[in-house]
T-cell receptor, first 118, second 110 residues
Framework: DAGVIQSPRHEVTEMGQEVTLRCKPI?????LFWYRQTMMRGLELLIY????????DSGMPEDRFSAKMPNASFSTLKIQPSEPRDSAVYFC????????????????FGPGTRLTVL | EDQVTQSPEALRLQEGESSSLNCSYT??????LFWYRQDPGKGPEFLFT???AGEEKEKERLKATLTKKESFLHITAPKPEDSATYLC???????????FGEGTQLTVNP
């Protein structure tokens, strides 16, 4: 089975440019998460979706960041304009969230996109 | 706010030298505590989920345990291929959010 797919794997861009990261979750999963990992701050949740609907975007750093999930098999994280402090590895994860609020569920991560903003 | 603290930050072991990694947490109602392994340049790989104090889970040379305040990942007779960063995360009753610790970087020398 294919795991979570992310593209591109590496992105180098210049400050001020728009960056779009893409994610395809595991087929059948209904929750999708975007994380950012840096040496200083570790792994941080940016935003997550349940059934394509954004639920918690409190981790999104600022208005330069936006995320969409137009359907169950695709999501994007966009940074516009990008800044050097956005350099990090961005991970997408997905899970099958059981119905109801008592569910406990493992998240499965993609390989990440290493973003470098010059 | 949920918090996770892992110790030590880094650990070097000789092959066959058993040890434990610690994950201390504070959470408003624990739904689950998760252990992940992360190799350089890769995404975190799921290892275990623990749901309640007293629970234990094993996989090969790894054994995870859980109390009301902390979790331990015991590594028995490690091999060089166990070298990785081990991440601990908690999920509280507030929703789907996972809060991760900073990780323990384990190096096992042959």
């Amino acid at each position: 089975d294919a795991g979570v797919i992310q593209s591109p794997r590496h992105e180098v861009t210049e400050m001020g440019q728009e960056v779009t990261l893409r994610c395809k979750p595991i087929s059948g999963h209904n929750s999708l998460f975007w994380y950012r990992q840096t040496m200083m701050r570790g792994l941080e949740l940016l935003i997550y979706f349940n059934n394509n609907v954004p639920i918690d975007d409190s981790g999104m750093p600022e208005d330069r960041f936006s995320a969409k999930m137009p359907n169950a098999s695709f999501s994007t994280l966009k940074i516009q304009p990008s800044e050097p402090r956005d350099s990090a590895v961005y991970f997408c994860a997905s899970t099958l969230r059981p119905l109801g609020t008592s569910g406990r569920y493992e998240q499965f991560f993609g390989p990440g996109t290493r973003l470098t903003v010059l | 706010e949920d918090q996770v603290t892992q110790s030590p930050e880094a650990l070097r072991l000789q092959e066959g030298e058993s040890s434990s990694l610690n994950c201390s947490y504070t959470v408003s109602g624990l739904r689950g505590l998760f252990w992940y392994r992360q190799d350089p340049g890769k995404g975190p790989e799921f290892l275990f989920t623990l749901y309640s104090a007293g629970e234990e889970k094993e996989k090969e040379r790894l054994k995870a345990t859980l109390t009301k305040k902390e979790s331990f990942l015991h590594i028995t007779a490690p091999k060089p291929e166990d070298s990785a960063t081990y991440l601990c995360a908690v999920q509280g009753t507030s929703g789907s959010r996972l809060t991760f610790g900073e990780g323990t970087q384990l190096t096992v020398n042959p």
